[in-house]
């Protein structure tokens, strides 16, 4: 349970790295689907999760290994 608090502390960090780089780590991506399907979250951090997969989806964000 303390990792996920760790990861979930740093969900702010990597929404702004993602959004101003426009590129995210296979890793963190993967990491995020996780959190999105079995986690509960507070309604920022669902928010944060919904806009980072919108604009993956969308191609606004390029996924690197």
Same mark, same amino acid.
């Given at each position: 349970?303390?990792?996920?608090?760790?990861?979930?502390?740093?969900?702010?960090?990597?929404?702004?790295? !993602?959004?101003? #780089? %426009?590129?995210? #780590? %296979?890793?963190?991506?993967?990491?995020?689907?996780?959190l999105s399907r079995g986690c509960s979250l507070n309604p920022q951090q669902n928010?944060?999760?919904?806009?980072?997969?919108?604009?993956?989806? %969308?191609?606004?964000?390029?996924? !690197?290994?």
């Amino acid at each position: 349970m303390n990792s996920l608090m760790e990861f979930s502390g740093t969900l702010e960090e990597i929404y702004s790295q !993602t959004l101003c #780089s %426009r590129k995210i #780590s %296979r890793n963190h991506l993967n990491q995020l689907q996780w959190l999105s399907r079995g986690c509960s979250l507070n309604p920022q951090q669902n928010r944060l999760l919904k806009r980072l997969f919108h604009a993956y989806r %969308r191609g606004w964000i390029k996924v !690197t290994d």
